[in-house]
């Protein structure tokens, strides 16, 4: 199988877990983040995610779409699973505030929309 064939799951699990995020911190502030380890380590889990399906995306398609911080992204995520001692919550925190929504703009323009499920299937 082509790595390109794949691209779209892995662009799919991005959106997934970046959408996951934002459902996260919708209503919290930074210092809710702060207080919050479960909220950390779930949107950090989220981050990692993210860039394990980034790094996975096939050359070519990241090629052709650098407003993806294809780097970046993959750089935080072999910090998260490498570094954990070098995390530094205020900037997962900016990561997740920022830079996620940004990521979510990108991505929904293009991964294909999965059709909703007709009434009557089981």
């Not at 380890?37 to 779930?42: I, S």
């Not at 900037?91 to 929504?101: C, E, F, G, N, Q």
């Amino acid at each position: 199988m082509p790595p390109e064939s794949a691209d779209p799951a892995y662009l799919w699990d991005m959106l997934d877990r970046a959408r996951r995020i934002q459902d996260y911190l919708c209503g919290r502030t930074h210092e809710d983040y702060l207080a919050d380890c479960q909220l950390q380590d779930a949107i950090e889990r989220c981050v990692e995610v993210i860039g394990e399906a980034a790094r996975r995306v096939s050359e070519s398609f990241r090629n052709a779409h650098p407003e993806i911080p294809w780097r970046p992204i993959v750089a935080q995520r072999n910090i998260l699973a490498h570094e954990y001692a070098d995390i530094r919550p205020e900037l997962i925190y900016r990561v997740a505030a920022v830079h996620i929504p940004e990521l979510i703009g990108h991505l929904e323009k293009l991964v294909p929309q999965v059709p909703p499920e007709e009434e009557g299937d089981d």
